[in-house]
């Protein structure tokens, strides 16, 4: 079974910034089947990017996947009032599909 | 709009069972596989149990085969999860999911409680 690290547990930042969340597989996910997802409190997940980096239906551009093998990377180019949120990255290549623990982007 | 509503969830106790619904609309529901994917309080997500889109292929995860068993009815655009031998690890809010490698569409889940 694939585990999937995400770093840093929780990020504190401001509208307009730029963001940086990681996701290390702890082997190479095959075909680069990762995906990234936005979750707010009482929703249902998003999904962002799948392919580690194509963006989902309306996912608008300041959203972006990039990485191979075991390193992943979701970024945003600046930050908006409702990217507030947690996310987690999943790997869809080795069965069982397995998901990180999630990263917190937290109002600064 | 895609939605998927989930019912079913409740309190039981270990042991016991429950049958979880997932109401799906806004896409032709028979053309798609389904999952169901949960978090337990305070943990990360964890995939549970995919369907094809016939309902012929099932998948499941190792800490639920053999208490589990996934199933839909395409005339009525429905996906349920038939819980048995509940433990109190299987605490959690369980979400439908459309598709079964990622999944672009979740409903807002249903919880599972097993306590005695």
């Known amino acids: 079974e694939i585990a999937l690290t995400q770093s840093p547990g929780t990020l504190s930042l401001s509208p307009g910034d730029r963001a940086t969340l990681s996701c290390r597989a702890s082997?190479?996910?095959?075909?680069?089947?990762l995906a990234w997802y936005q979750h707010k409190p009482g929703q249902a997940p998003r999904l962002l990017i799948y392919?580690?980096?194509k963006r989902a239906t309306g996912i608008p551009d300041r959203f972006s996947g990039s990485g191979s093998g075991t390193d992943f990377t979701l970024t945003f180019s600046s930050l908006e009032p409702e990217d507030f949120a947690v996310y987690f990255c999943?790997?869809?290549?080795?069965?069982?599909?397995?998901f990180g623990q999630g990263t917190k982007v937290e109002i600064k | 709009e895609v939605q998927l509503l989930e019912s079913g969830g409740g309190l039981v106790k270990p042991g016991g069972s429950l049958r979880l619904s997932c109401a799906a609309s806004?896409?032709?529901?028979?053309?798609?596989?389904m999952s169901w994917v949960r978090q337990a309080p305070g943990k990360g997500l964890e995939w549970v149990s995919s369907?094809?889109?016939?309902?012929?292929?099932?998948y499941y995860a190792d800490s639920v085969k053999g208490r589990f068993t996934i199933s839909r009815d395409n005339s009525n655009n429905t996906l349920f999860l038939q819980m048995n031998s509940l433990r109190a690890e299987d605490t959690a809010l369980y979400y439908c999911?459309?598709?079964?490698?990622?999944?672009?569409?979740w409903g807002q889940g249903a919880l599972v409680t097993v306590s005695s």
């Open positions: 999911a459309k598709d079964w490698r990622f999944f672009d569409y």
């Open positions: 806004g896409f032709t529901f028979n053309y798609y596989a």
């Open positions: 999943q790997q869809y290549g080795s069965s069982p599909w397995t």
């Open positions: 082997q190479s996910v095959s075909s680069n089947y």
């Open positions: 392919g580690a980096s």
């Open positions: 369907i094809d889109n016939r309902g012929i292929t099932t």
